[in-house]
């Protein structure tokens, strides 16, 4: 399957709206490009934490890395 830039930063959208009520996003930003810089600290802060739990932690660690790199890349594709 195909996933282009765009379609990726909907399916980001549609899961903070899905994981967001409504009431609770006044103050938010609504769109990709200006949730992503709010975003992308608390993860990088969540993978440091993830690396230092025992088992499966440093897998975590490293999988939110990834994630954060392809949230760079979508937002340098899509935030022009």
Same mark, same amino acid.
């Not at 399957?1 to 009431?23: C, G, Q």
């Not at 992503?36 to 608390?42: D, E, L």
């Not at 440091?48 to 790199?69: C, D, R």
């Given at each position: 399957?195909? !996933?282009?830039? #765009?379609?990726?930063?909907?399916?980001?959208?549609?899961?903070?709206e899905a994981?967001v &009520? #409504?009431d #609770? #996003?006044?103050?938010f930003?609504? @769109?990709?490009c200006? /949730?992503w &810089?709010?975003?992308? &600290?608390? /993860?990088?802060? /969540?993978? =440091? %934490?993830?690396? !230092? %739990? &025992?088992? /499966?932690g440093?897998?975590a660690g =490293? %999988? !939110?890395k =990834? !994630?954060?790199?392809v949230? @760079?890349?979508?937002a340098?594709e899509?935030c022009?």
């Amino acid at each position: 399957m195909a !996933l282009s830039a #765009r379609t990726a930063v909907d399916e980001v959208m549609a899961a903070y709206e899905a994981a967001v &009520p #409504r009431d #609770r #996003r006044t103050g938010f930003p609504q @769109d990709f490009c200006r /949730l992503w &810089p709010q975003a992308k &600290p608390i /993860l990088e802060f /969540l993978s =440091g %934490i993830a690396v !230092l %739990i &025992p088992g /499966l932690g440093s897998v975590a660690g =490293g %999988i !939110l890395k =990834g !994630l954060i790199a392809v949230g @760079d890349k979508l937002a340098e594709e899509t935030c022009k």
